[in-house]
């Protein structure tokens, strides 16, 4: 399986409008991928707080008509990053998208764990409530959006709904970009998942980005990283590596307890 991690630089110098066509144009360069994938709030920045409502859009506004379409063009699965969604009867969302190589709509994911601590994203948007899967041919990817990577029962509610390649949105900053790696890893070892982890680059609102997106192995092994710039990062994994070291490493078989959250695939 053949991976595309697109990290996107997030500069106030360049309008939505224009970055939004200039990711669209990348996408529809990574024709031959089998999957894409974006990093969080890449048309508005992370940290641009005062952005989220002015640049907010429903869930099948601009961001979503763009990505349908390069996914289409591109003939690719896409992770679409997550945009802020505004739902007409309700609050904000940090929402993630994932299209078909048909350019069709395959999940949305709201973001559960909103950073913050009642400040920013916790108190201007809306928690997501579910679990997100998504069946591709090769593989079921695990939906998951920045702050959650620090929140390990997510994940395993995923490894419990099928997941075996946990995708990672994110838009986080330079000043903790050691525990990006870390939980990365981490979080790979202990559901004995691949993980793609795809972050910004740039500065928003005055807060320089990680960059450093990673590719992890279920063994935790890194099979690619970013550096700090804009950047694609192409990958080739086999899906079949988790099974097969599930079965080798047969660790989730002696979990002991457990959180069932409500899961939609």
Sequence with gaps: MRASVIQIAVNEDESVEARRRRVAATVREQAGADLVVLPELWTTGAFAYEE????????????????????????????????PERDPDGPLYNTS????????????????HRFGFDQGEAVLMGAGSELVTVRLPATTLGLSTCYDLRFPELYRGLVDAGAETLVVAAGWPERRRSHWTLLAQ?????????????ATAGTHAGVPQAGHSIVVDPWGEVLAQAGAGEEVLTVEFDPGKVAATRE?????????????????P
């Design 248 to 264: 080798q490493f047969p660790a989730l078989k002696d979990r002991m307890l457990g959180l069932q959250l409500p899961h939609r």
């Design 97 to 112: 998208l994932v299209f078909s190589p048909s350019g069709d709509l395959a999940a949305a994911y709201r973001k559960i």
């Design 52 to 83: 989220f409502g002015r640049e907010a859009e429903p869930l099948e506004g601009p961001t979503y008509e763009a990505m349908a379409k390069a996914a289409s063009d591109a003939g690719v699965w896409l992770h679409a990053g997550s945009i």
């Design 186 to 198: 981490a979080r790979a070892v202990e559901n004995q998942s691949f993980v793609l982890a795809c």
